[in-house]
């Protein structure tokens, strides 16, 4: 939500047979020191659901921020992306995949961004404790820069990698994703992305989150490179359900 590119990675669920999944997260934070105010509001909602088959996946996220201090905003930003997987084959270590994305951040060089994409995605490695998944997608997108007072049509290729460690006895998750985005025409025109998410169950249905990311955009619209990075840790609620298959 901070950057033009976001990892989709960290917000999938390997849920297996479970068909229904719901999480969402809410942050809220106020501070005064002698009159002088800044207020943060965060809230995420992503929700996954698959066919009586297991085979098809409709994936949607949702996320709103605003941080504004004095009448300022340092952060005005909404998000919404969904997803359609299907799985290929009968071992469905290849699925395909067809995605919708819309952003908005105002503070950013790239203020508004659009896109459609489709690509494949290939299981690496599939156990209980560790999952490897490598990923590849053309994307078709709008960026719109008020900055620069420009509007540009780019076709992008997008490859991530994304490794899950899961530690049973502690239900400790690490997910580490990297994301490379190049231009079709112009390989050195990229955009970079490393994340690291680790969540861990706190009670019932809560789990406790932290969420670094590292954005790196070697030109931006005024022919300058950029970075980002940002440490978070939230609250998670989480609801799933294993809705009864059709014989």
């Known amino acids: 939500m901070y950057a033009q590119l976001v990892n989709i990675e960290s917000q999938r669920m390997q849920t297996d047979s479970i068909r229904f999944v719901l999480k969402s997260e809410f942050l809220f934070n106020y501070s005064n020191t002698d009159g002088t105010y800044i207020y943060r509001f965060d809230l995420g909602l992503a929700t996954q659901y698959k066919s009586l088959n297991l085979r098809d996946t409709y994936f949607f ?3 709103y921020g605003l941080i504004r201090s004095a009448g300022l905003d340092y952060q005005n930003s909404w998000f919404v992306h969904f997803r359609y997987n299907r799985k290929l084959g009968d071992n469905g270590k290849f699925r395909a995949e067809a995605f919708v994305q819309d952003q908005n951040n105002q503070l950013l060089s790239i203020n508004s961004r659009n896109l459609v994409g489709f690509g494949l995605r290939y299981k690496i490695v599939n156990s209980k404790i560790f999952q490897a998944y490598l990923g590849n997608s053309y994307m078709y997108e709008k960026e719109v820069s ?30 580490n994703t990297f994301y490379f ?40 619209p005024s022919g300058t490179s950029e970075f980002t990075s940002n440490l978070s840790v939230g609250l998670t609620y989480e609801l799933d359900k294993a809705l009864a298959q059709k014989k």
Do not use: C, H, W
């Not at 008020?146 to 076709?155: G, I, S, V």
């Not at 990698?161 to 006895?169: A, G």
């Not at 112009?186 to 406790?208: C, G, H, T, W, Y």
């Open 181 to 220: 985005q190049p231009l079709y025409t112009d390989i050195s025109n990229f955009r970079v992305l490393e994340q690291f998410k680790a969540e861990m169950p706190l009670f019932s249905n809560f789990k406790v989150s932290t969420l670094f990311n590292y954005f790196y955009n070697n030109l931006n």
């Open 61 to 63: 996220i949702g996320n």
């Open 146 to 175: 008020d900055e620069a007072d420009q509007t540009y049509y780019n076709n992008r290729n997008s490859t991530y990698l994304s490794l899950t460690l899961k530690l049973p006895e502690s239900k400790l998750e690490l997910i």
